[in-house]
């Protein structure tokens, strides 16, 4: 049976110990032949082949079932994937009813989430509040990264602060926050290669992170983009890459942080262009919300869902930043929630 080359997942080279009985003789045996990959053996007739290179079929079709297991896409069905994302799928809370509201209950995992806005649009407060709710209300541990120095232990203290006067819980809470500062592409790419390669695990201190928030992503990558910087582009597409992998395969939610730019029309959008609008399954644009009459500068923001695939586009919510820093207010709204739920 000839199996159709585009079940190959990659283009891999056939070399000596990619897998049991493939050794330098049967290798050269199998280059003379014009194989020279895993595509090619694998879409290969095995009983020509086998006669080609004086090898017996049924070595050779050992050699292939090993080689198709290892790197052929099998078909899975759409019952299998819900399956699997009923089971592996955790929905984090924001702390805050009108982002959770947006985002169809809270963060969740598997997936990367993006909060874009212009200087001031309150990005960098929520992701401080988001890995404050995980670390003190869920009791998981966080990676923060900070790329632009705006991350200070005495803002997360203050958060902490309004959910416990207790010092202990402060501590215990403030130790599940773990804080990476970095300030160029290639030290974030190293960080996050790092966090895959084994570093969750030890980031969490034995229990579990459940959050990877990068804020900013767009202050490390998008001064290498424009003009004739190709590499900017390839290194970008590197952090999408291992941000997804990171998402998928640790079961953790990525929250990060873009700037706004304007369209052709004058329009409000996410920053990094076409190539990475793909990346963030959900994009929620942050904006202030002036009120006439108000002194001083407001804490009312608004909240745009701009992309999703689970809820309509542009639905808008607003909410106060100061949410997160007044407990009895929140106690009380809780309360009131309840109330009305039951």
Same mark, same amino acid.
């Given at each position: ?48 082949? @086998? ?9 050779? #079709? ?6 198709? @297991?290892?790197?052929?896409? #099998? ?52 992701? #401080? ?32 602060? @309004?959910?416990?006067?207790?010092? $202990? ?14 300030? $160029? ?67 953790? @939610? ?26 963030? &399954? ?43 820093? &007044? ?10 929630? $309840?109330?009305?739920?039951?």
């Amino acid at each position: 049976m000839v199996i159709s080359c585009q079940q190959c997942q990659t283009m891999v080279v056939l070399r000596e110990g990619v897998c049991p009985g493939l050794d330098e003789a049967l290798l050269q045996e199998l280059r003379a032949a014009g194989v020279t990959t895993v595509e090619d053996l694998v879409s290969s007739d095995i009983e020509e082949l @086998a006669r080609k290179c004086s090898v017996s079929y049924k070595a050779l #079709f050992a050699i292939r079932r090993v080689l198709l @297991a290892q790197h052929a896409a #099998f078909p899975v069905s759409g019952a299998d994937l819900y399956e699997e994302l009923l089971s592996s799928t955790a929905i984090l809370s924001t702390g805050n009813p009108s982002l959770d509201k947006l985002l169809d209950s809270g963060l969740y995992t598997g997936e990367i989430t993006e909060l874009s806005g212009g200087p001031g649009s309150g990005k960098s407060q929520v992701c #401080f509040a988001v890995a404050v709710q995980i670390s003190y209300q869920l009791k998981q541990s966080v990676i923060y990264i900070d790329t632009t120095g705006g991350l200070t232990a005495r803002r997360l203290l203050q958060m902490l602060q @309004a959910e416990t006067s207790n010092t $202990d819980e402060q501590m215990e809470a403030l130790q599940r926050i773990r804080v990476f500062r970095l300030f $160029d592409i290639y030290a974030l790419l190293d960080c996050l290669y790092g966090l895959c390669g084994g570093g969750l695990q030890q980031a969490s201190g034995g229990g579990s992170v459940k959050a990877v928030i990068v804020d900013s992503v767009s202050a490390v990558i998008s001064p290498l983009l424009g003009g004739k910087q190709n590499e900017g582009m390839s290194l970008m597409i590197q952090v999408a890459g291992v941000l997804k992998t990171m998402a998928k395969d640790f079961n953790v @939610a990525a929250l990060v942080t873009n700037h706004v730019t304007r369209g052709g029309s004058g329009e409000v959008q996410p920053g990094l262009g076409v190539s990475w609008s793909p990346v963030p &399954r959900t994009r929620i644009l942050l904006e202030q919300v002036e009120r006439s009459g108000s002194l001083g500068s407001s804490s009312l923001r608004s909240a745009t869902l701009i992309k999703s695939s689970r809820r309509p586009c542009h639905i808008k919510e607003e909410f106060d930043l100061r949410w997160w820093s &007044r407990s009895e207010e929140r106690s009380s709204g809780k309360r009131k929630l $309840d109330a009305t739920e039951s």
